[in-house]
């Protein structure tokens, strides 16, 4: 069994900051890419960071020299620095992890953290 449990969401101004954290638990091997995803209330899912084992990142372009994501692989712990928020960065966040456990590999989703940008 794997769980990944989201903290840090919560209401900002505009203009904030925010740290999220991501922490996988459970039979793991191994992480290969992580990632944040976002959804906002009538929109689809969408992709905001991800980053590989190896730290390489890809940002979308609308939170690209505002938001940086990390990892700390000997936690199995993910984050995301989110800063200069926006109202139209509100949405509820969500972490994914690509992973082996128990000789399968599998993709998990967390359960979403609330992130509320408004004045």
């Known amino acids: 069994q794997v769980q990944l449990v989201e903290s840090g969401g919560g209401l900002v101004q505009p203009g904030g900051s925010l740290r999220l954290s991501c922490a996988a638990s459970?039979?793991?091997?191994?992480?290969?890419?992580m990632g944040w995803y976002r959804q906002a209330p009538g929109k689809q899912r969408e992709l905001v960071a991800t980053?590989?084992?190896?730290?390489?990142?890809n940002y979308r372009a609308s939170v690209k020299g505002r938001f940086t994501i990390s990892r700390d692989n000997a936690k199995n712990t993910l984050y995301l620095q989110m800063n200069s928020l926006k109202p139209e960065d509100t949405a509820v966040y969500y972490c994914?992890?690509?992973?082996?456990?128990?000789?399968?590999?599998?993709?998990?989703w967390g359960q979403g953290t609330q992130v509320t940008v408004s004045s």
């Open positions: 980053i590989t084992t190896g730290g390489s990142t």
């Open positions: 459970g039979s793991i091997s191994s992480i290969n890419t």
């Open positions: 994914n992890a690509d992973i082996w456990s128990l000789g399968y590999r599998r993709n998990d």
